[in-house]
């Protein structure tokens, strides 16, 4: 089965699953040479370990609460909230509470 990415000018939803996100999974929207938008879906207490990007990230939490480690510090993620990190910045993620949110990734450059 092929991977399915939005197209250049086609809407993507990007709403809460609310109820329905315990049944939901990690899926790339989009992906070109200069950008990539993943969903991350996590469940409580997962870990993402620490790990560095080539390019500059943006992460934006759309339901639940996650923890981000960066820059020696642990700073909380809630629904509405976003972060932004330079790139091959070293960084972690760990999931409080059942949560989706977006990560951007920016090309390396």
């Keep these: 089965m092929a991977i399915t990415h939005a197209k250049p000018g ?19 929207l989009f992906k070109t040479d200069h950008v990539e ?17 080539p390019g500059e990230i943006i992460v934006q939490c759309l339901e639940g609460r996650i923890e981000f480690t960066a ?15 330079e790139a091959k910045k070293p960084h972690a993620v760990r999931c409080i509470q059942e949560a989706s949110f977006l990560v951007t990734k920016l090309s390396g450059r």
């Design 71 to 85: 820059l020696g510090k642990t700073v909380e993620l809630g629904p509405g909230q976003l972060l932004y990190l």
């Design 37 to 53: 938008l993943i969903r991350l879906v996590m469940s409580s207490g997962k870990v993402i370990p620490e790990h560095q990007a």
């Design 10 to 28: 086609e809407v993507v939803d990007v709403e809460p699953y609310g109820a329905s996100l315990a049944g939901k999974k990690t899926a790339t």
